[in-house]
C-alpha cells in the first residue's frame, strides 16, 4: 500500500510540476500580449502625429507619405503577431486547464489511498487490541476456574 501512495505522490509532484511550467510559459505569453498592444498603442500614435505641412515641397510630402505607409505596415504586422500570441495564449489557458485537472484527480486518488492505509491500520491496531483482551478475558477466566 505504501509503494502505491509513494508512486502517487510522486506523480502528483509531476503534475504539479508541469502546471507550473504552463503557468508560467501562459504569464509570458501573456506580458508577450501586452507588449504587443503597447507598441500597437505608441505606432498608432506614432503615425497619427505626422501631419501634413501645407506647402512643402513635394519630396516632403512623398516622404511623410511613405513613413506612414511603413508606420501602417508595421502596426498591420503587429496586430497579426498580437493575434496569433493571443491564439497561443488561449491554448496554453487550455492546456493548463487540462493540466490542472490532471493534478487534481492523481491528488485525490492520493487522498483515498492514505485514507484507505490510514482505516487499514486502524482496524489491524484494533485487531491487535481485541486479541489482548480476549486473550486476557480467557486468562482471567481460567483463573477464576
Known sequence: MSKIITTLEQLRQLRNRAVQ????????????????????????????GVQPVGGCSALLMNNQSGYKKNIQRVIEWQ???????DIQAKQLQAELIHEARREKSVELVLEQRRDL????????????????????????????R
Open 79 to 85: 496586430k497579426q503577431e498580437q493575434a496569433l500570441a
Open 117 to 144: 492505509a490510514t482505516r487499514e491500520r486502524e482496524r489491524q491496531a484494533q485487531k491487535v487490541t481485541d486479541g489482548i483482551s480476549a486473550q486476557c478475558w480467557l486468562r482471567r477466566q481460567a483463573a477464576i
Open 21 to 48: 511550467d504552463i503557468s508560467g510559459r501562459l504569464s509570458s505569453q501573456k506580458q508577450l500580449c501586452q507588449r504587443y498592444e503597447r507598441n500597437i498603442a505608441a505606432l498608432t500614435e506614432l503615425s497619427a
